[in-house]
């Protein structure tokens, strides 16, 4: 079969590493099921490996932590959808019995275990499920990732309702974009910031209530503040200087939700965390349970956001794409 691989890690040329191979089909194993892979996305996850900035690089590896195909075949003792019918891959490999955290031998799919970014795939039975009817192949590949961990941070960890102001940081990419949705899915009051105003319309036009550029406004903090007296929930993958000040914003008995941290480390005032008693709380993929109620989100009436899709031979201008920051929503690539 043919699959995107990463022979070797570049810290200032990491997307010019991948590579389309032709490599031997798996098969699938005792309780696993073999899917034919049709679309597959990337994360930033993906372009930090090839750059040699995540734990435990294992090498040669087959990216990709979402996708979207059909099943082919069935490994001993399997069961699950019927052959041919369309799925998605949770991609969280071993999460464990508790639903508050998830096991340290936890995985998650494209490193070191095989990755969606190829033309077939096996994976747990228990990992496989229906894709939501309502999506087209492109918006299903692009969802898995993204979408389950925007769920657990918004909803599971950060418990979003109507009633709340979210504040998402650094709006457009995959996350984010689906923090959004999913927030104005419960009906709460959304503002997003960004150093661009093309990212911010597209925002608005997806529901956003305010759009901040941080670079226009000489201190966009007082500017999220001035709404509604301030975030009662903010959900943040920016870290360094945007989460301290994210923490200083925040309304008083606000929630923070971290899930990533791109820019660095954060440099805290403890007197923001502890004078407006805040929680403050980390987040990071999501449980099987996390996972079938982000799936149950897509009925129709909201849709991933997807910039654009590549030929899986054109995937190092996708991860460049990626590495550069400058897309709104998810990055796909067509595999079959």
């Known amino acids: 079969m043919r699959a995107v691989r990463l022979h070797a890690i570049d810290r200032e040329h990491g997307p010019e590493q991948f590579q389309v191979d032709q490599v031997d089909d798996p098969q699938a194993g005792p309780g696993e099921i073999l899917i034919r892979m049709t679309r597959a996305a990337f994360n930033r ?18 990216p990709g932590s979402d996708g979207v195909g059909t099943v082919a075949a069935y490994g001993e003792g399997a069961s699950g959808p019927a052959l041919g019918s369309r799925v998605v891959i949770d991609p969280t490999l071993g ?11 936890a995985q998650v799919l494209g490193m070191p275990h095989q990755g969606t970014m190829a033309e077939y795939l096996a994976v747990p039975a228990e990992n496989v499920h229906p894709a939501p009817p309502s999506l ?25 309702t109507k009633d709340d102001v979210v504040l998402l940081p650094g709006i457009g990419g995959g996350v984010q974009t689906f923090a959004l949705l999913f927030a104005k899915k419960l009906g709460a009051t959304v503002i ?21 550029n941080y670079n226009a406004s000489e201190r966009w903090e007082k500017d999220v503040a001035a709404v ?36 660095g480390d954060a440099k805290i005032r403890p007197f923001s965390v502890f004078w407006k008693q805040l929680d403050v709380m980390g987040s990071s993929m999501g ?10 989100q897509w009925d129709g009436s909201i849709r991933p956001v997807v910039d654009s899709v590549f030929p899986l031979d054109e995937v190092a201008d996708a991860a460049r794409k990626v590495d550069h920051g400058d897309q709104f929503g998810k990055i796909v690539l067509a595999v079959s």
């Not at 019995?97 to 031998?105: A, C, G, K, L, N």
């Not at 911010?200 to 529901?207: E, F, I, S, Y």
């Not at 099987?288 to 109620?293: L, N, T, V």
Request: with cysteine.
């Open 45 to 62: 996850r993906d372009v930090f490996i090839s750059q040699g900035l995540y734990p435990g690089i294992v090498m040669p590896c087959i």
């Open 192 to 212: 997003v910031t960004s150093s661009s105003d093309e990212k911010l319309a597209r925002a608005k036009a997806l529901g956003a209530d305010v759009t901040i």
């Open 287 to 296: 449980s099987p349970h996390d996972f079938a109620a982000m799936l149950a």
């Open 95 to 105: 999460w464990g019995p508790s639903d508050r955290v998830w096991r340290r031998e």
């Open 136 to 160: 087209s192949d492109d918006e299903a590949g692009a969802m898995p990732l993204g979408g389950v961990t925007a769920y657990r941070a918004l909803v599971t960890r950060g418990a979003c």
């Open 228 to 263: 509604d007296g301030g975030p009662s929930l903010i959900v943040d993958s920016i870290g360094g200087e945007t989460f301290a000040k994210a923490l200083n914003v925040a309304r008083y008995g606000a929630r923070v939700v971290s899930y990533g941290g791109t820019t």
